[in-house]
């Protein structure tokens, strides 16, 4: 059949007009997987895992003791299971103390202890050993209430953690809503008062500070005074690390007590000395010397979960008279724990 040649231009043009909106249609680009077409609504965004919860008292007191669990609380339930003679059991209970650097006094309080009700039944060891440890260690630590600013007075020899305990008893008081000032006193050792300020700085604290070589007192005197400039509810005051055999440092350290109760009658309100439980039976010796220096309030215990030798907090409560107030369980801002003696006796003999 002959077409015309008119049918055959308007036949063309259509198809190309049908081709162009095939093109147009297909080659138009498509939304992206991530986003939704105008009008419709956008996926739901994935949810946020919610952060880890910190853990308990005695969970982390679990955590912090798992060393010295290993060695003494392991041994311990060992010695008591074995099918032994009563001082045959005590014999072993002696020598896993020792190890675990308890202390040869305190040691034999606790073995006095198990003979007073020789029961070689290891359930009934256990539990007499469990409440002499917590009667040892329990006290009623009355803090000062009422006291604005507080002042808390920091003590203790280079390398036992006292910048990082600052920063996390800082970081502490900051958690509970209270407004934190340090004094960097410690104007004997190089890099102190910048290592200080760091940690000042991610706790949230204010600081005070003189140059280095500057009298430890006249800071002392300063921050005192800024607290009070700053309505501060806790100041807390660094001092040099030292060497305790050095007379005249220690003479230093109690001028600024004297100082700071000049500048505030009653101040300074606790006096913290902080010490390394991995030293274990030479940090007593060291803490003696401080004892002689200052009107020392607590102890604050560091690095207890990096050593097996977690028994060192009973020969600090037993052998220096001194409650322990606070434990190192971490390196985080947050690991800085009150002691509480239930938790740590559960913790140390937990199978």
């Known amino acids: 059949m002959d077409l015309s040649p008119q049918l055959l231009i308007g036949g063309g043009a259509a198809a190309l007009t049908a081709i162009s909106i095939l093109i147009l249609v297909f080659s138009r680009p498509r939304p992206r997987a991530e986003e939704a077409p105008r009008g419709d609504a956008r996926p739901a965004a994935p949810a946020q895992t919610a952060a880890a919860p910190r853990p308990t008292v005695w969970g982390a007191f679990r955590a912090g003791l798992a060393k010295t669990r290993e060695g003494l609380g392991a041994r311990v339930q060992a010695a008591f299971g074995r099918d032994a003679s009563f001082e045959a059991k005590l014999s072993e209970l002696e020598e896993a103390l020792i190890l675990a650097d308890v202390g040869m006094p305190t040691s034999q309080q606790l073995l006095a202890a198990l003979r007073r009700s020789p029961n070689a039944d290891p359930g009934a060891?256990?539990?007499?050993?469990?409440?002499?440890?917590?009667?040892?260690?329990?006290?009623?630590?009355?803090?000062?209430?009422?006291?604005?600013?507080?002042?808390?007075?920091?003590a203790g020899v280079n390398g036992v953690g006292k910048t990082t305990s600052i920063a996390k008893l800082a970081h502490l008081y900051r958690s509970q809503g209270k407004q934190v000032l340090i004094a960097a006193a410690d104007t004997f050792r190089a890099a102190a008062i910048e290592q200080l300020e760091v940690w000042a700085n991610r706790a949230g604290a204010d600081f005070v500070k003189h140059q280095d070589g500057a009298d430890p007192s006249a800071v002392a005197f300063d921050g005192i005074k800024a607290a009070k400039a700053r309505n501060i509810d806790v100041a807390i005051i660094d001092t040099a690390g030292r060497l305790h055999v050095k007379a005249n440092l220690m003479e230093e350290l109690k001028k600024i007590v004297r100082v700071v109760a000049r500048e505030m009658p009653g101040a300074p309100h606790e006096v913290f000395l902080v010490i390394d439980a991995t030293t274990g039976q030479n940090a007593l010796s060291q803490a003696r010397q401080f004892l002689g220096a200052l009107p020392v309030t607590g102890?604050?215990?560091?690095?207890?979960?990096?050593?097996?030798?977690?028994?060192?907090?009973?020969?600090?409560?037993?052998?220096?008279?001194?409650?322990?107030?606070?434990?190192?369980?971490?390196?985080?801002?947050?690991?800085?724990?009150?002691?509480?003696?239930?938790?740590?006796?559960?913790a140390l003999f937990d199978a």
């Open 125 to 154: 060891m256990l539990g007499t050993l469990k409440a002499e440890v917590r009667g040892l260690l329990a006290e009623a630590v009355q803090s000062p209430s009422g006291k604005r600013p507080l002042v808390i007075v920091m």
């Open 299 to 346: 102890v604050i215990l560091t690095k207890l979960d990096g050593t097996a030798k977690g028994g060192a907090v009973l020969a600090v409560r037993r052998e220096l008279g001194l409650p322990v107030r606070y434990v190192g369980l971490g390196e985080g801002l947050d690991d800085l724990r009150p002691f509480d003696a239930e938790a740590f006796t559960e």
